[in-house]
């Protein structure tokens, strides 16, 4: 699903560039002669995540109930499923806390508005269980919010499913209550900042890829399709937000690929194009993980060499973007897939 891959692949990148814009004396030196785009990548680079809350979903709807199907299973089997989760994201998320931390004590006599003040063990253990955000630590290291969101989303989705069961016509009652969140959150609590560290916050976008790959299927698609898009522009007619508009766009574009490549009609051909684009897919995570650490050692390096030549400065975010896309093969490999290795047995859920 190579479709996939390119929307996780562009959002990856942009996010790189996002943070290269707006961390270290390479940004500064930058802005000053190129203040335009780098204002564009620090003001709508960091949208980029609602593409990863939208293929988020889509992809745990379709990991978790591909037919609509509610989940019957136990509480003791829904927390293995949690389980998993929480290891395919926090083990390599703690692996990148601690590179960041020890690229932190190497860059600090240079960088000392980049690296924590302090590191206590209260903070350590807060992000290994994906807590920092609820329990109000500073984060270690960039974008740490967006993992444990989105094991809160993840484990919202699962309660959802469950609850489902039992109900009558439960096959469309899932979907059902999975809307009912979505648009909640769409006019209710995306509306507040304050709850930006919990799921409902967020479940706007990430139940808008669920809906979508629930869609694809029907034959009313489009017309269910039309008449998601007009929930979202309603709430956006009253509260404008353009990660909700992005979001929305978003969902639309995936929902076209989807049904192309459901009609035999893939995105991208089999070849080197589409290898690449699978691989750059496959490492996003990696890629979102690892590239903070390289941000820091290539700041500290150019704030030792030359901190006001333009050209050295944008030869440095570019090496650093390059060095990064470099780091994330190797961390996948030696790190993230490893972990994808730590799973719990796959429990047998059968449809209610």
């Known amino acids: 699903m190579l ?10 990148q942009v996010i790189v560039w996002h943070h290269l814009s707006a961390y270290g004396p390479v940004a500064e030196t930058v802005q000053d002669f190129l203040p335009g785009l780098m ?5 709508y680079g960091r949208m980029g995540v609602q593409v990863f809350l939208v293929v ?19 509480l003791p089997q829904l927390g293995r499923l949690l389980g998993r989760r929480y290891l395919r994201l926090a083990v390599p998320f703690f692996a990148a806390v601690l590179l960041t931390l020890a690229c932190s004590a190497l860059v600090a006599p240079w960088l000392p508005d980049l690296v924590p003040a302090s590191v206590n063990l209260a903070q350590l253990l807060s992000h290994a269980l994906l807590l920092h955000g609820v329990l109000g630590h500073e984060a270690l290291t960039v974008g ?25 016509r439960a096959r469309a009652m899932a979907p059902a209550l999975v809307l009912a969140v979505t648009l909640a959150s769409l006019w209710v609590f995306n509306l507040d900042d304050g709850l930006d560290n919990w799921a409902p916050y967020f479940f706007g976008a990430y139940g808008l890829g669920a809906l979508v790959h629930w869609l694809s299927p029907s034959r009313a698609r489009g017309r269910w399709l039309l008449v998601l898009s007009l929930s979202v522009l309603a709430a956006l007619a009253c ?14 574009v995936l929902a076209l690929l989807q049904w192309r490549h459901e009609g035999g009609r893939p ?4 070849g080197r194009l589409g290898a690449l684009v699978g691989h750059l897919g496959t490492h996003s995570y990696a890629l979102f993980l690892v590239h903070f650490p390289i941000c ?57």
């Not at 479709?3 to 990856?12: R, S, T």
């Not at 889509?58 to 019957?72: D, I």
């Not at 995105?267 to 089999?270: D, G, I, Q, T, V």
């Open 267 to 270: 995105l991208l051909a089999p």
């Open 56 to 74: 988020g979903g889509f992809l745990c709807a379709r990991g978790l109930a591909p037919q609509r199907e509610p989940l019957n299973g136990t």
């Open 144 to 168: 740490a919010w967006y993992v444990a969101i989105d094991l809160q989303l993840f484990a919202l989705l699962l309660g959802l499913l469950w609850c489902a069961r039992g109900m009558p």
């Open 296 to 352: 820091l050692l290539v700041n500290a390096l150019f704030e030792q060499k030359d901190a006001d030549h333009p050209g050295v400065a944008l030869g440095s975010m570019l090496g650093a973007w390059l060095l990064s896309n470099l780091a994330a093969l190797l961390f996948y490999r030696w790190v993230e897939a490893p972990a994808g290795r730590l799973r719990l047995r796959w429990p047998r859920l059968q449809p209610a």
């Open 39 to 43: 204002a564009a990548l620090y003001h």
């Open 239 to 252: 509260d404008f937000r353009g990660r909700i508009a992005l979001a929305l766009v978003t969902a639309l």
């Open 3 to 12: 479709h996939l891959d390119v929307l996780k692949a562009l959002a990856a």
